[in-house]
T-cell receptor
Framework: DARVTQTPRDKVTEMGQEVTMRCQPI?????VFWYRQTMMQGLELLAY????????DSGMPKDRFSAEMPDATLATLKIQPSEPRDSAVYFC??????????????FGPGTRLLVL | KNQVEQSPQSLIILEGKNCTLQ??????????LRWYKQDTGRGPVSLTI?????NTKSNGRYTATLDADTKQSSLHITASQLSDSASYIC???????????FGKGTRLSVIA
């Protein structure tokens, strides 16, 4: 049963610390997304990759957030330095885009981040 | 401004009853519209994806409709079950890229 995995599931850290979240997309999927969800804002798209190339990261605060795909089986989202307002659930999703988009996205369980 | 508005914000219904959730959007140019179900503490799960030319799409007891002229979509749930209790999120994709515009969701509670 293929699924997206994310680590860690929960993270508590202090303001100013670096946070790295990892995602393993479903094998064979060529598109990976990073989302953030809060009660106030709902779901927001932070960045996404196709065939490991970053296509859009306009939703991401550039000064402190960075997203990478070192290889096809790993995507990372890093926050440095972290701030209390970064507290949220971060979801990774993957999909297989065959044409102009509209692929079904499969979400991971999320990383719940609390920055004190 | 590209926006997706969902209504109602929350809804409580009795088990076995039907319900309809609404999604209005002002996104342009439009590519597709998705409905997701999100259980508490879990990631969203895709229910349906509809393109401009599709009027309706079903997934079991879930039926989504799309009126691209009025820019409205609805998600109809038939014979609700306790397990339907979740948030339902409407997401619209812009043409040419994947960038997505999200609704805030409707919180559905099905009670016995």
């Amino acid at each position: 049963d293929a699924r997206v995995t994310q680590t860690p599931r929960d993270k508590v850290t202090e303001m100013g610390q670096e946070v790295t979240m990892r995602c393993q997309p479903i094998l064979g999927h060529n598109t990976v997304f990073w989302y953030r969800q809060t009660m106030m804002q709902g779901l927001e798209l932070l960045a996404y990759f196709r065939n490991r190339a970053p296509l859009d990261d306009s939703g991401m605060p550039k000064d402190r957030f960075s997203a990478e795909m070192p290889d096809a089986t790993l995507a990372t989202l890093k926050i440095q330095p972290s701030e209390p307002r970064d507290s949220a659930v971060y979801f990774c999703a993957s999909g297989l885009a065959l044409g102009t988009g509209g692929e079904t996205q499969y979400f991971g369980p999320g990383t719940r981040l609390l920055v004190l | 401004k590209n926006q997706v508005e969902q209504s109602p914000q929350s809804l409580i219904i009795l088990e076995g009853k039907n319900c309809t959730l609404q999604c209005n959007y002002t996104v342009s140019p439009f590519s597709n519209l998705r409905w997701y179900k999100q259980d508490t503490g879990r990631g969203p799960v895709s229910l349906t994806i509809m393109t401009f030319s599709e009027n309706t799409k079903s997934n079991g007891r879930y039926t989504a409709t799309l009126d691209a002229d009025t820019k409205q979509s609805s998600l109809h749930i038939t014979a609700s079950q306790l397990s339907d209790s979740a948030s339902y999120i409407c997401v619209v994709s812009l043409s040419g890229n994947t960038p997505l515009v999200f609704g805030k969701g409707t919180r559905l509670s099905v009670i016995a």
